[in-house]
């Protein structure tokens, strides 16, 4: 059993940067494929990145590529989502995910979901 809890969010104005932070609960997380997903009101929920047990292959969606980072440190048992030049249509609900898979990271059946944190940038 694996709990995640979101940090992070917050308002910024549009080209600001977040970083936000996943704290997973349970000895296994360095076996866990880690991922964020997003859902802005009205809309259905988006993978965001995703990150490989060890941190070594990071997954993007085109509409953040090169703009977000995902990272882990498992040594904390955190994962972070580094986002920088923020957009108004990054505002939603980011949520991260984890499990053991090794493949279909974009997925949205991971197995251990966090509550969500809330970023708005502002035009």
């Known amino acids: 059993q694996v709990q995640l809890v979101e940090s992070g969010g917050g308002l910024v104005q549009t080209g600001g940067s977040l970083r936000l932070s996943c704290a997973a609960s349970g000895r296994a997380f360095n076996s866990y494929a880690l991922a964020w997903f997003r859902q802005a009101p009205g809309k259905e929920r988006e993978f965001v990145a995703a990150i490989n047990w060890d941190g070594s292959i990071p997954y993007y969606a085109s509409s953040v590529k090169g703009r977000f980072t995902i990272s882990r440190d498992n040594a904390k048992n955190t994962a972070y989502l580094r986002m920088i030049s923020l957009k108004p249509e990054d505002t939603a609900v980011y949520y991260c995910?984890?499990?053991?898979?090794?493949?279909?990271?974009?997925?949205?059946?991971?197995?251990?979901w966090g509550q969500g944190t809330q970023v708005t940038v502002s035009s």
């Open positions: 995910a984890a499990d053991r898979r090794t493949r279909d990271y974009s997925e949205y059946d991971y197995d251990y």
